[in-house]
């Protein structure tokens, strides 16, 4: 596309398959290859070279902080903590770094505070423990020396502005005893670094080393950069060169103003800049054009962004937790040349929603929808997950595996109770509670995600170490899972055995005889529908007598989990996926038969459920061999053409489909007045033609009734109760005028006789072309009585009368 203005995709743009619409990586650099299960592999061109931060580090700088930094630190550790305003995300880097150092000795710098008697000597400063801490902390890192004059207005200034003057004065007069306490402690120890006096996963410099490390790592955002050569060209006017990698079989290591793109994650590149301060205040950081990112936080969003592809499915994407905005923005700016996705939702975004939102929107991306309710609490038929097809499960972690732990921070706006967990020594109450917490909601994120029958994948991440978090909760939960799908066909069968019981029972009770008129196409059927098992497998019981319905019960393909091979993305095909060294656990869970939920699988379900109608396979071949029967064009004389023989075939076949049956003759006289009203019924009888030609006899004597005879007794009845009333209103009788009623007249029988009059019919008679109808006068009178009417006819006399109005009585 020429034009990058309008970001939003055209109708043919998203349903065109081998087109992005947004460059990539995988596609200007090299030819990706097929990670497809059918793809073929090309040959393996170069090996990917990782870039050790610590071959690039001076150790000399290691744990050198300023006094802004101290500073700043300060602020953030007051109770309420005091905002600040970094200059660049380097600066900000250093600051939290220095705090993950406080949170991590803590337990060596309490213990130092303890043995001196500190707090007997300012028990005010008791309740600003976390301060207390950080002041220690720097004035061990300066080895208890006093600093350079020129330095100590600007000492007095920067604290007395972070409100830690008064904090560094009580230490400072506590010095010694301070320093001979740590001492101390080492000794007993026999440490010779302080770091040794720590637990042992916290014993790892990895921050201070990620903190002093010059390389820079992050991802093009592709929502604000819509073309390679216009990074390029921004790279450029930095002073950066692209390092060459024509003339080797493996990669070539970064060197000073370099950058190199990463053949594992797309729109990933590592760079390393002269001044690393001043890379981060550029305007190609500040304008979001580049998004200062760890590479343990981009792998698996880079993975799981070619899955659809992989297992070539279509649908949404949905991840369980927001646990870093930059990584679910990266996700989303991969996610945007999928043409195969259809929505990306994020859950769990909690109190931090608006942020989350006005975060993505500062970066330009708009594919992307977050919730704020946790993914646990979605339910199982809810509409947002309708179409979902994979899961991205990020639940809660220890993150005791990540290299650089500050990034992550850093992404959440500097979460300090995540430091304060990350550094927690003690394995108390809280830590244990914190722990199990963590693991209940891992083992309910990865049950809930496999429970939704419509996904059929789930890529697992976790940043930990610990095994219980790993691989122990993946086969724990797989387990579970795959036992509660075998559990509910268990049920199944237990109910329709306990069904066929019944039936059987019932089928006891009935006579012999009548067992057998049961037709061989409804046994067919029964035996179709599983009614009738043959060759069932015997159940097996053990010791206790309990039964084993494993060799009974067949759990399909696609009710089951299994844990899947991560397919290799990486460019140069060298399997360079090495978890343990990125600092992160992935495991993919895929169903052990993909269901492709396209429109061959919905007609297939449809007909397997019989939404199209049954049909007997021996009737279809009849109709199939009747059809091709009269279809078949018969011989054409000399000198006719085919065609027009064809075409009259055609013709009248149409006709003969059009014509109507006698069914949907009476159906079309239905008629509807209005919509409250209902539906009424208007019947017309008609006769056969065919049937009248080849049966005359039946319609020789037959009599059409204009009038149907109730209503023609109604009438005459209405009219012999009006002269009835008139007959007693003229009676002389003084009896029957004043003190009698109609009622009483009925009953004393002082009646006048009912007459009803005759009633014209027409007659239809057979002749020898057609009928002829005659009129006649029908003289058999009705059989009345004096108090009821009682119509009785045999069906000799008028057999239509008795089929449509049998007999009955009708009182006056």
Same mark, same amino acid.
């Given at each position: 596309?020429?034009?990058?203005?309008?970001?939003?995709?055209?109708? %043919?743009?998203?349903?065109? /398959?081998?087109?992005?619409?947004?460059?990539?990586?995988?596609?200007?650099?090299?030819?990706?290859?097929?990670?497809?299960?059918?793809?073929?592999?090309?040959?393996?061109?170069?090996?990917?070279?990782?870039?050790?931060?610590?071959?690039?580090?001076?150790?000399?700088?290691?744990?050198?902080?300023?006094?802004?930094?101290?500073?700043?630190?300060?602020?953030?550790?007051?109770?309420?903590?005091?905002?600040?305003?970094?200059?660049?995300?380097?600066?900000?880097?250093?600051?939290?770094?220095?705090?993950?150092?406080?949170?991590?000795?803590?337990?060596?710098?309490?213990?130092?505070?303890?043995?001196?008697?500190?707090?007997?000597?300012?028990?005010?400063?008791?309740?600003?423990?976390?301060?207390?801490?950080?002041?220690?902390?720097?004035?061990?890192?300066?080895?208890?020396?006093?600093?350079?004059?020129?330095?100590?207005?600007?000492?007095?200034?920067?604290?007395?502005?972070?409100?830690?003057?008064?904090?560094?004065?009580?230490?400072?007069?506590? /010095?010694?005893?301070?320093?001979?306490?740590?001492?101390?402690?080492?000794?007993?120890?026999?440490?010779?670094?302080?770091?040794?006096?720590?637990?042992?996963?916290?014993?790892?410099?990895?921050?201070?080393?990620?903190?002093?490390?010059?390389?820079?790592?992050?991802?093009?955002?592709?929502?604000?950069?819509?073309? &390679?050569?216009?990074?390029?060209?921004?790279?450029?006017?930095?002073?950066?060169?692209?390092?060459?990698?024509?003339?080797?079989?493996?990669?070539?290591?970064?060197?000073?103003?370099?950058? &190199?793109? %990463?053949?594992?994650?797309?729109?990933?590149?590592?760079?390393?800049?002269?001044?690393?301060?001043?890379?981060?205040?550029?305007?190609?950081?500040?304008?979001?054009?580049?998004?200062?990112?760890?590479?343990?936080?981009?792998?698996?969003?880079?993975?799981?962004?070619?899955?659809?592809?992989?297992?070539?499915?279509?649908?949404?994407?949905?991840?369980?937790?927001?646990?870093?905005?930059?990584?679910?923005?990266?996700?989303?700016?991969?996610?945007?040349?999928?043409?195969?996705?259809?929505?990306?939702?994020?859950?769990?975004?909690?109190?931090?929603?608006?942020?989350?939102?006005?975060?993505?929107?500062?970066?330009?991306?708009?594919?992307?929808?977050?919730?704020?309710?946790?993914?646990?609490?979605?339910?199982?038929?809810?509409?947002?997950?309708?179409?979902?097809?994979?899961?991205?499960?990020?639940?809660?972690?220890?993150?005791?595996?990540?290299?650089?732990?500050?990034?992550?921070?850093?992404?959440?706006?500097?979460?300090?109770?995540?430091?304060?967990?990350?550094?927690?020594?003690?394995?108390?109450?809280?830590?244990?509670?914190?722990?199990? @917490?963590?693991?209940?909601?891992?083992?309910?994120?990865?049950?809930?995600?496999?429970?939704?029958?419509?996904?059929?994948?789930?890529?697992?991440?976790?940043?930990?170490?610990?095994?219980?978090?790993?691989?122990?909760?993946?086969?724990?939960?797989?387990?579970?899972?795959?036992?509660?799908?075998?559990?509910?066909?268990?049920?199944?069968?237990?109910?329709?055995?306990?069904?066929?019981?019944?039936?059987?029972?019932?089928?006891?009770?009935?006579?012999?005889?009548?067992?057998?008129?049961?037709?061989?196409?409804?046994?067919?059927?029964?035996?179709?529908?599983?009614?009738?098992?043959?060759?069932?497998?015997?159940?097996?019981?053990?010791?206790?007598?309990?039964?084993?319905?494993?060799?009974?019960?067949?759990?399909?393909?696609?009710?089951?989990?299994?844990?899947?091979?991560?397919?290799?993305?990486?460019?140069?095909?060298?399997?360079?996926?090495?978890?343990?060294?990125?600092?992160?656990?992935?495991?993919?869970? @895929?169903?052990?038969?993909?269901?492709?939920?396209?429109?061959?699988?919905?007609? &297939?379900?449809?007909?397997?459920?019989?939404?199209?109608?049954?049909? %007997?396979?021996?009737?279809?071949?009849?109709?199939?061999?009747?059809?091709?029967?009269?279809?078949?064009?018969?011989?054409?004389?000399?000198?006719?053409?085919?065609?027009?023989?064809?075409?009259?075939?055609?013709?009248?076949?149409?006709?003969?489909?059009?014509?109507?049956?006698?069914?949907?003759?009476?159906?079309?006289?239905?008629?509807?007045?209005?919509?409250?009203?209902?539906?009424?019924?208007?019947?017309?009888?008609?006769?056969?033609?065919?049937?009248?030609?080849?049966?005359?006899?039946?319609?020789?004597?037959?009599?059409?009734?204009?009038?149907?005879?109730?209503?023609?007794?109604? /009438?005459?009845?209405?009219?012999?109760?009006?002269?009835?009333?008139?007959?007693?209103?003229?009676?002389?009788?003084?009896?029957?005028?004043?003190?009698?009623?109609?009622?009483?007249?009925?009953?004393?029988?002082?009646?006048?006789?009912?007459?009803?009059?005759?009633?014209?019919?027409?007659?239809?008679?057979?002749?020898?072309?057609?009928?002829?109808?005659?009129?006649?006068?029908?003289?058999?009178?009705?059989?009345?009585?004096?108090?009821?009417?009682?119509?009785?006819?045999?069906?000799?006399?008028?057999?239509?009368?008795?089929?449509?109005?049998?007999?009955?009585?009708?009182?006056?």
């Amino acid at each position: 596309m020429d034009d990058f203005d309008e970001f939003e995709r055209t109708f %043919d743009e998203a349903t065109r /398959r081998d087109e992005k619409p947004i460059w990539d990586p995988i596609e200007d650099f090299q030819k990706i290859t097929s990670t497809s299960p059918n793809g073929r592999m090309h040959a393996i061109k170069k090996r990917c070279y990782r870039d050790h931060p610590i071959e690039y580090i001076d150790v000399n700088v290691l744990g050198n902080w300023s006094m802004q930094h101290i500073a700043n630190s300060g602020k953030l550790l007051r109770k309420p903590p005091i905002s600040v305003k970094f200059d660049d995300e380097h600066e900000m880097r250093k600051v939290y770094s220095l705090i993950y150092d406080v949170f991590r000795y803590k337990i060596v710098l309490t213990q130092a505070l303890s043995d001196a008697s500190f707090y007997a000597y300012y028990p005010e400063l008791n309740s600003d423990q976390n301060r207390v801490w950080l002041m220690l902390f720097e004035l061990y890192t300066r080895h208890f020396l006093k600093r350079p004059s020129e330095e100590i207005a600007d000492e007095i200034k920067l604290y007395r502005d972070a409100n830690v003057l008064h904090i560094a004065e009580a230490l400072w007069s506590q /010095r010694v005893k301070l320093a001979a306490a740590i001492s101390r402690l080492r000794i007993k120890n026999g440490a010779l670094h302080l770091s040794q006096l720590l637990p042992v996963h916290l014993q790892n410099e990895k921050v201070a080393i990620a903190a002093a490390n010059p390389i820079v790592s992050g991802w093009i955002n592709p929502f604000k950069l819509r073309k &390679k050569p216009m990074a390029e060209e921004q790279l450029q006017e930095l002073g950066f060169l692209e390092v060459d990698q024509s003339d080797s079989t493996t990669e070539k290591p970064l060197q000073s103003n370099r950058y &190199k793109w %990463d053949k594992l994650c797309p729109l990933f590149m590592s760079c390393l800049p002269a001044n690393r301060s001043e890379f981060a205040r550029s305007e190609f950081v500040r304008n979001h054009n580049f998004i200062l990112q760890d590479r343990a936080f981009s792998i698996a969003p880079a993975i799981l962004s070619r899955l659809l592809d992989h297992f070539e499915l279509e649908g949404d994407i949905v991840q369980t937790h927001v646990a870093s905005p930059r990584s679910t923005a990266y996700l989303a700016g991969l996610l945007q040349s999928v043409n195969k996705l259809n929505h990306f939702i994020a859950f769990g975004g909690g109190k931090n929603t608006e942020n989350y939102l006005n975060y993505m929107d500062s970066l330009g991306i708009k594919n992307i929808r977050i919730f704020s309710e946790p993914f646990c609490s979605i339910p199982l038929n809810s509409q947002k997950l309708e179409t979902a097809v994979g899961v991205f499960a990020t639940p809660p972690n220890s993150f005791s595996a990540i290299s650089d732990p500050i990034d992550l921070i850093c992404s959440r706006g500097g979460d300090l109770s995540m430091l304060e967990g990350m550094t927690d020594s003690n394995i108390g109450d809280d830590s244990q509670k914190r722990v199990v @917490q963590i693991l209940e909601a891992q083992r309910e994120t990865l049950r809930l995600s496999m429970s939704r029958p419509q996904i059929q994948f789930v890529l697992y991440l976790t940043h930990s170490i610990v095994g219980a978090e790993n691989q122990d909760m993946v086969d724990r939960t797989i387990t579970d899972v795959n036992r509660n799908a075998f559990e509910k066909h268990l049920a199944a069968y237990k109910e329709k055995k306990r069904l066929e019981a019944i039936q059987e029972a019932e089928l006891a009770a009935i006579p012999a005889a009548a067992k057998g008129n049961i037709s061989p196409r409804k046994a067919k059927e029964e035996k179709q529908n599983g009614s009738i098992d043959e060759g069932e497998k015997e159940i097996l019981y053990d010791k206790d007598g309990k039964a084993d319905y494993s060799q009974v019960i067949r759990v399909p393909k696609t009710d089951q989990f299994e844990v899947a091979k991560i397919p290799d993305v990486c460019l140069n095909q060298d399997q360079c996926l090495d978890m343990a060294s990125f600092g992160c656990y992935m495991a993919l869970l @895929q169903r052990k038969q993909i269901t492709k939920l396209d429109a061959k699988y919905l007609i &297939k379900m449809a007909e397997a459920r019989g939404l199209f109608g049954k049909a %007997d396979k021996i009737k279809i071949a009849k109709m199939k061999a009747t059809m091709k029967k009269q279809d078949k064009p018969s011989r054409h004389k000399s000198g006719s053409k085919g065609g027009n023989s064809n075409k009259r075939d055609l013709t009248s076949l149409i006709d003969r489909i059009n014509v109507p049956t006698q069914s949907s003759y009476i159906r079309s006289n239905l008629l509807k007045y209005s919509e409250s009203e209902p539906l009424e019924f208007n019947f017309t009888r008609r006769e056969c033609p065919r049937h009248t030609k080849y049966h005359p006899e039946e319609y020789r004597s037959r009599v059409e009734l204009p009038v149907s005879r109730a209503k023609n007794w109604w /009438r005459e009845t209405a009219k012999y109760v009006q002269m009835l009333n008139m007959h007693v209103k003229s009676t002389s009788s003084t009896k029957i005028a004043s003190h009698l009623d109609i009622k009483d007249v009925i009953k004393e029988g002082n009646l006048p006789p009912l007459q009803l009059s005759r009633t014209n019919l027409s007659l239809e008679v057979f002749g020898p072309s057609k009928f002829v109808k005659i009129k006649v006068v029908d003289k058999t009178p009705y059989p009345v009585t004096v108090n009821q009417l009682e119509f009785r006819e045999s069906k000799e006399k008028s057999p239509r009368f008795c089929e449509e109005s049998g007999s009955g009585y009708w009182t006056v």
